[in-house]
């Protein structure tokens, strides 16, 4: 079955950075566009980023641009997130997903705050 295992998420100050994991296992990994995404209390789930199968395309939330970096590495079935000059306004739960399949991981707390 269809398994997304973020890891990487903690409390970290304003201005810090953090670099999250998704392990991704149960389909076809290498060929499918992944995405980040997050949820703050009391707000809707929104975009963070979106890499391609390859990764030779990225697009980000336009709060996120020039902060973050989306990446992956076919071969372990595993995208990340490379979050850098971090706000309060990131303190958010932080999924990973597969654009088209239904299916959400755990997801990983991160916290900005002094």
């Known amino acids: 079955q269809v398994q997304l295992v973020e890891s990487g998420g903690g409390l970290v100050q304003p201005g810090g950075s953090l670099r999250l994991s998704c392990a991704a296992s149960g389909f076809a990994f290498s060929i499918s566009t992944m995405g980040w995404y997050r949820q703050a209390p009391g707000k809707e789930r929104e975009v963070v980023a979106i890499?391609?199968?390859?990764?030779?395309?990225?697009n980000y939330g336009d709060s996120m641009k020039g902060r973050f970096t989306i990446s992956r590495d076919n071969a372990k079935n595993t995208v990340y997130l490379q979050m850098n000059s971090l706000l309060p306004e990131d303190t958010a739960v932080y999924y990973c997903?597969?654009?088209?399949?239904?299916?959400w991981g755990q997801g990983t707390q991160v916290t900005v705050s002094s």
């Open positions: 890499i391609s199968s390859t990764g030779s395309s990225t």
């Open positions: 997903k597969s654009i088209v399949l239904p299916y």
